[in-house]
């Protein structure tokens, strides 16, 4: 009776023994099961999306991505999207020859091979339609860079025989309508890389690379430009290229100086006064020790500014001083040796740095924390074979 007892007694305990392992088993493979769905759930989220115009030879089309939690890209359902005007085909570098609206409804975007500009409704699930009616004209020679703000915009035109500002009018339709009297011709060789509207758009700016100038205007009621006294002025280094006014101070004004030499890199900061006159800021330039910075973008808040140094591979991290004198935090490398590096984007919520990678037609991706950055697992992203991308909006 005892050992029958004890086998009895044994049988049960194995029997707890085999129902406990199991019991664990299973509570491992429901919590492994829902991290997988959790990281699934995370990367598959859509939170925005990600344009990039192409400038694609012949019918020029942009490069649309939803965006997702985990900073990963795909492509939209019939992406890339076609424009109705046509790009070169080969690389151009300006800054902004891609905006979106203020309200979100539009994307607009240069067609620098036809000589026109074209937009796009974005509909809710990202996908993009061409305005009827469009592309228009851009009022001159190779579009390169486009300024919006409300319903004005502005186009900068680099090519010689038509180098000039010209304003638009854009309404509730998508409907671009030329300003009369808004064009500002430009001297032959003049090749400006940027036109920008301040934060309260009461005052734009275009950067002229090949004379190394600024020129500074106000804008009048009528959107009409009238020249700054001293404008165009003096740049602070050769070539004068990205620039970018501060989202917490319309009055900050910051260009990169791209042309300087190896390790020559600079970056300007101007006080933009009221009639548009521009005033250096502490001891501007300030250097980044890189070569050739071209594009820049200023975090959200005001207190950081980031600019590709497209020729050195990195990116240069600057501190904000409230007067606008800049400190030098470091430079963050791209990684892959000759990408060619071009125009960059925040996300709406800052955390994301986006940067053009012309040469290697992709889209590199960077985790913001403060003034530092950490390229994203995810990155890079290709962009479409076939495309000289430039120009890049976030949303």
């Given at each position: 009776m005892?050992?029958a007892f004890?086998?009895?007694?044994?049988?049960r305990?194995?029997l707890r023994t085999?129902?406990a392992?199991?019991?664990t088993?299973?509570?491992?493979?429901?919590?492994?099961a829902?991290?997988?769905?959790?990281?699934?759930?995370a990367a598959?989220?859509?939170v925005g999306?990600?344009y990039?115009?192409?400038?694609?030879a012949?019918?020029n089309t942009?490069?649309?991505f939803?965006?997702h939690?985990?900073?990963t890209?795909?492509?939209l359902?019939?992406?890339?999207?076609?424009?109705?005007?046509?790009?070169?085909?080969?690389?151009?570098?300006?800054?902004g020859?891609?905006q979106?609206?203020?309200?979100g409804?539009?994307?607009?975007?240069?067609d620098?091979?036809s000589n026109?500009?074209?937009?796009?409704?974005?509909?809710?699930d990202g996908e993009l339609?061409p305005?009827g009616?469009g592309?228009?004209?851009s009022?001159?020679?190779?579009?390169?860079?486009?300024a919006?703000?409300g319903?004005?915009v502005y186009?900068a035109n680099?090519g010689?025989?038509?180098?000039n500002?010209?304003?638009f009018?854009?309404?509730p339709g998508g409907?671009l309508?030329p300003?009369?009297?808004?064009?500002?011709?430009l001297?032959?060789?003049?090749s400006?890389?940027?036109?920008?509207?301040n934060?309260d758009?009461?005052r734009?700016?275009g950067?002229?690379v090949?004379?190394?100038v600024?020129d500074s205007f106000v804008?009048?009621?009528?959107?009409l430009l009238?020249?700054?006294?001293?404008s165009?002025?003096?740049?602070?280094g050769?070539g004068p290229?990205g620039?970018?006014y501060?989202?917490?101070?319309p009055t900050q004004?910051?260009v990169?100086?791209?042309?300087g030499?190896?390790g020559n890199?600079?970056i300007?900061?101007?006080s933009?006064?009221?009639d548009g006159?521009?005033?250096?800021?502490?001891t501007s330039?300030f250097?980044?020790?890189q070569?050739?910075?071209?594009?820049?973008?200023i975090?959200?808040?005001g207190q950081f500014?980031?600019t590709?140094?497209t020729a050195s591979n990195s990116?240069?991290?600057?501190a904000?001083?409230?007067?606008g004198?800049?400190?030098?935090?470091?430079?963050?490398?791209?990684?892959?040796?000759?990408?060619?590096?071009e125009?960059?984007?925040?996300?709406p919520?800052g955390g994301?740095?986006?940067?053009?990678d012309?040469?290697?037609?992709a889209?590199s991706?960077?985790?913001?924390?403060?003034?530092n950055?950490t390229?994203?697992?995810?990155?890079?992203?290709?962009l479409?074979a076939?495309s000289a991308p430039?120009?890049?909006?976030?949303t």
């Amino acid at each position: 009776m005892g050992r029958a007892f004890l086998n009895r007694k044994e049988k049960r305990m194995q029997l707890r023994t085999r129902i406990a392992t199991m019991l664990t088993l299973l509570a491992v493979t429901v919590v492994t099961a829902a991290a997988a769905s959790a990281s699934a759930s995370a990367a598959s989220t859509v939170v925005g999306h990600l344009y990039v115009n192409d400038n694609t030879a012949g019918t020029n089309t942009i490069a649309a991505f939803d965006r997702h939690a985990d900073g990963t890209l795909t492509p939209l359902p019939g992406s890339p999207f076609t424009v109705g005007g046509a790009g070169t085909g080969t690389g151009i570098g300006s800054q902004g020859a891609l905006q979106i609206t203020s309200n979100g409804k539009y994307l607009l975007a240069v067609d620098a091979g036809s000589n026109q500009i074209s937009v796009l409704r974005i509909n809710d699930d990202g996908e993009l339609n061409p305005v009827g009616g469009g592309p228009v004209s851009s009022g001159g020679v190779k579009p390169v860079s486009i300024a919006v703000h409300g319903s004005l915009v502005y186009v900068a035109n680099a090519g010689d025989g038509g180098s000039n500002y010209t304003g638009f009018t854009l309404n509730p339709g998508g409907h671009l309508r030329p300003i009369a009297g808004s064009t500002v011709a430009l001297p032959a060789g003049s090749s400006p890389g940027d036109v920008l509207f301040n934060s309260d758009g009461t005052r734009l700016i275009g950067a002229e690379v090949g004379p190394s100038v600024i020129d500074s205007f106000v804008i009048g009621a009528n959107g009409l430009l009238t020249a700054a006294p001293g404008s165009p002025f003096a740049a602070q280094g050769p070539g004068p290229f990205g620039s970018e006014y501060r989202p917490t101070d319309p009055t900050q004004l910051f260009v990169s100086n791209a042309h300087g030499g190896p390790g020559n890199g600079t970056i300007s900061a101007f006080s933009d006064g009221s009639d548009g006159t521009l005033t250096s800021i502490g001891t501007s330039p300030f250097p980044d020790f890189q070569t050739a910075p071209c594009w820049v973008e200023i975090s959200h808040d005001g207190q950081f500014l980031f600019t590709v140094n497209t020729a050195s591979n990195s990116i240069a991290r600057y501190a904000i001083a409230g007067d606008g004198s800049l400190s030098l935090l470091g430079s963050t490398s791209l990684g892959s040796a000759n990408v060619g590096a071009e125009d960059a984007r925040l996300g709406p919520n800052g955390g994301t740095l986006w940067v053009v990678d012309t040469g290697a037609r992709a889209v590199s991706a960077f985790a913001v924390n403060g003034g530092n950055l950490t390229q994203l697992p995810s990155s890079p992203t290709p962009l479409p074979a076939g495309s000289a991308p430039f120009g890049i909006v976030v949303t």
